[in-house]
């Protein structure tokens, strides 16, 4: 069964947008005591940190599963247990998160970073999955009209990050902190675009031939239009 | 008064997402003690079992909605009732996967394992009501170019749905772990698709026929281009 | 600023859907002990009770807000925010639930009971500035080609809502039980359809022409097609 | 990429709508006890006023977004960054509402002001950021048929934000409330549509040519009809 991509992309963004909102509970409200307010506040450093990068993760990723659903024009029941697998890995974030902000500095936080970098292994396994799945030619899942060259270059982007995960995982037995600094790195550069900007259609293109519109728009406004 | 599911599958769509997003805040995060870490994270094994069987239990149900939806076009007020029903038992699950976490092994996993069973096979037979009141020929409420053959098979496949959770509500005064056995079993069967691949089609036709597109659409598309 | 109302129902499915999932997170998952599990869970009976009473009457608020929907296609300001207000009551919701389900029995009951009909009152009556604005003629924020009995109908149901509620409030005084049985018939009430089928129409028109589409499809039909 | 606006406004549809119905989570409540149940409710008073307060301008926050959204039509790689730190801030309203719920009239008044304050300054720069981006002519994200006036009074609007809660936060050192106050005064100012009625428009037009529809529709409906 064949079917469009409209309601994977909305469950999925509502487990991204929970998964991302829900962060704000876990700060505890300091109550008023003995010591000063702004000293209470200036304790619960770690957790306002812990806070920054678990929604910077988990925007990131949400920002790369957006990218993948532009090319993505229809599902089938493997690309939706592909896409569960994805969800389930982000939605156990918080947890290594949570255990990393507690243990950071104490006896755990090498066992805490193994943990946290562990976890996006996986989650890099998961996205290749998906996209190798959704791009493979045979299985007709992209847009029509997708750029070769632009899944190509995002192919080369997922295949590639495995390997770096598995590094930091590595650099954790060496240095806990090279490794959260090597995670954040990574993050950073899966938050940018895999220059898949089409620069020529842009500019020779009208306005709208040149946005990749909601799944079947652009074939429907091919059909309305010829 | 008939109108459109785009609502009542926005509305599906946030209550999975928001139970299978939520399972992950129970896991309670190890607070920094005479214990190692990694001893502590390997005895929170019963929490992570069970986070990982109701995420799978709540994407399959995901994932059989989104399949019934596919075919149901319109929405009358008995279907949003039904619909309603069934997310009922959807926010449930929770509560009795985190039961059976915390009793099994204990005097209580008998009980326990009736109480999960018992809350699948209200959710079978919610599913089939909801699909026989959808797919009742006298409402019109699935697709007008709906493959009937399709329509049999899925049928067939959720009116056998209620009896084998039965037979594992049964299985659990015999043997419990049996009883969960079959359980995940049949999640796994559900998880498949019912092979409504109508393959004949999808060779013939042009790529958009073939597509189940969003609800309407086809029927736009129909009009639009003939 | 006149706009489409993609984004206020989105908005408003998502409040809906969260409202009524994480009512199951308030029921305690009892922990082994010396008491037999059966009998923990039977103690546990106002918790499911109220999960059921809270899941029932969102839900039927959702059916509500989802009718009234299905005949605006434009929103404005002042929609946005009578739209607010109703969302406020909605969330609102679970603290009264919560409040009528520890107290029943009790001391507190009645003032419980008055706080839960206090809030259907002021719910009753958001509903009811929501679709007089709405449905105002001078501001065309309905579909064009409305039925005016439909909404003549509707407004008859929502004008006589905050009346029976009040006469629960008073009821509270005379009889508690009394009170919620009236309160839960309501709910019951607004669950039914306003007989709003136009069953003409819906026998004399193509099957497409009568379902009222999502907002602005039907116009765009008209649009492709003449 | 450039790629349509749908899911960046479901995603941040989702984060909103969780955002402000967690709130009720947090207000306990009262267990039976020796107290009457009336006096311990109107003791939960700040619990009450910080749920509406917080209600409030997260509302407002939505109204604007979507507002801005209106406008938008196609989004980048930055915009969808500039969008997760609006939501960042958005995600982080609940923490430093409930400090000063927690705080008022207390010895860390002050400081809970302060940190109140401080973060509707971030939101307010946040939002002048992402409509500084969208609204840059070279960038195209904008509708092709925006009413340039409209813009320039939205960006007004904007860049006028992060100045009057500067002073807020300024009026903190001298008096809490008479900073409080000016807060709220400013939630109610964004509020108010920014006069972008565009009247003529409204009046000369057809219904449907003047309504802002939902991204490409309004692109759709002029390639079908001319």
């Not at 991204?16 to 700060?27: K, M, Q, R, V």
């Not at 003995?34 to 920002?63: D, E, K, N, Y």
């Not at 957006?66 to 389930?88: E, Y």
């Not at 909601?214 to 091919?222: A, F, I, K, P, Q």
Request: proline residues 6%; contains cysteine.
């Amino acid at each position: 069964m064949i079917t469009e991509t409209v309601r994977v992309e909305a469950f999925s963004d509502g487990v991204y947008a929970i998964a991302i909102t829900l962060l704000i509970l876990e700060i505890k409200v300091p109550i008023p005591s003995a010591a000063p307010l702004s000293i209470q506040l200036m304790r619960q450093w770690p957790s306002f940190v812990s806070f920054v990068i678990r929604f910077a993760f988990i925007g990131v990723m949400w920002i790369n599963h957006h990218r993948m659903f532009t090319h993505i024009r229809r599902s089938d029941n493997g690309l939706l247990v592909l896409n569960l697998l994805l969800l389930f890995g982000v939605t156990a974030v918080p947890f290594p998160t949570a255990v990393l902000a507690a243990h950071l500095g104490q006896a755990g936080q090498r066992t805490a970073t193994l943990l946290f970098d562990g976890t996006f292994i996986l989650i890099a396994v998961f996205f290749n999955l998906l996209w190798r799945y959704a791009s493979s030619p045979h299985r007709h899942l992209l847009a029509h009209d997708v750029d070769a060259d632009a899944v190509a270059r995002i192919s080369r982007m997922y295949s590639f990050g495995p390997l770096p995960y598995l590094i930091c995982f590595a650099l954790a037995w060496v240095s806990v902190p090279a490794s959260l600094v090597a995670n954040a790195a990574l993050a950073g550069f899966f938050a940018l675009p895999p220059t898949v900007m089409r620069p020529k259609t842009l500019k020779r293109g009208s306005g709208f031939r040149t946005i990749r519109g909601t799944r079947s728009w652009g074939d429907l406004y091919e059909t309305c239009s010829s």
